[in-house]
C-alpha cells in the first residue's frame, strides 16, 4: 500500500492545486460559495467542470453549461467499460468505483502488473484523488471569496488559460485533432454574433464529426 501512495502522492498534489483554482476563480467570478463544492462532489470531472463554469461566467445559461460538461465527459464511458473487472462486483462497489472513474485514476489502475494489485491501486488512487480534488476546491471556494472583482487580477482570463492548458498536448501531438479544434474554433466565431452566450461552445463540438469520419484514424 505504502508504494502506491508514494506513487500518487505528487498527482494528489497536482489535482489539489488545480481544485483550488477551480473554486477560487469560480466564486471570484461570480458564483456562490456551494455551487463548484456541490459540482465537484456530484460531477467530479476537472476538464468537464472548467468547460462547464466557464460558460456560465461567460453569461451562458445552465443548459448550455450543463451541455457541454456532459459532452466533455461522455469519454469515461469507454473508461468505465476498460476497469470494469477491477471495480468490483458488487453494486456499491460499482456505484462508487464509477464516480471515481478518471483519466488519472485508470491510467495508474490499468498500469499495475495484476488484478489484485490494479484493483488495490483504483481505489487508493481514485478515493485519494477524489478527497484531494475536493479538498482543493473547497479551499479555492473560500479564498475566491475574499477576492472581489476578478478583473483585479486577471482571473477573468484563468478559465481559457486552462482549458488551453488541457488540450494542448493532444493539439501538438495530433495532426487530426488540431484540424478538429480548427474547424471547431471557426464555427464557434461564427456563430457567436448571432446566438446566446454558451451556445457557440456547443456549436464547436461539431469539429468532432471532423475527427470520427476519418480524422482520428491512422493511414497504412
Known amino acids: 500500500m505504502a508504494p502506491l501512495v508514494r506513487d500518487s502522492a505528487l498527482v494528489w498534489l497536482a489535482s489539489g492545486v488545480v481544485g483550488v483554482s477551480f473554486g477560487a476563480i469560480s466564486v471570484a467570478g461570480g458564483l456562490p460559495l456551494w455551487a463548484p463544492v456541490l459540482m465537484s462532489l456530484v460531477v467530479y470531472a476537472g476538464s468537464a467542470q472548467f468547460s462547464a463554469v466557464g460558460v456560465l461566467l461567460a453569461g451562458g445559461g445552465p443548459f448550455a453549461a450543463a451541455a457541454t460538461g456532459l459532452l466533455l465527459n461522455t469519454r469515461t464511458a469507454a473508461f468505465s467499460l476498460a476497469v470494469a473487472d477491477v471495480i468490483g462486483q458488487g453494486r456499491l462497489a460499482r456505484l462508487l468505483g464509477a464516480h471515481l472513474v478518471t483519466d488519472e485514476t ?30 482543493g476546491v473547497l479551499a479555492g471556494a473560500l479564498a475566491g471569496g475574499a477576492l472581489g472583482d476578478t478583473g483585479t487580477y486577471g482571473l477573468d482570463a484563468a478559465f481559457p488559460a486552462v482549458l488551453v492548458a488541457l488540450v494542448l498536448p493532444a493539439l501538438r501531438e495530433a495532426p487530426a485533432v488540431r484540424r478538429s479544434a480548427l474547424l471547431g474554433a471557426g464555427l464557434a466565431l461564427a456563430v457567436t454574433p448571432a446566438v446566446p452566450a454558451g451556445v457557440p461552445v456547443l456549436v464547436a463540438l461539431a469539429g468532432l464529426a471532423l475527427y470520427g469520419r476519418g480524422g482520428g484514424r491512422r493511414t497504412a
Open 106 to 135: 485508470v491510467a495508474f489502475a490499468l498500469a499495475q502488473p495484476d488484478p489484485a494489485r490494479r484493483r488495490e491501486a483504483f481505489w487508493i488512487f481514485g478515493l485519494g484523488l477524489f478527497a484531494v480534488w475536493n479538498l
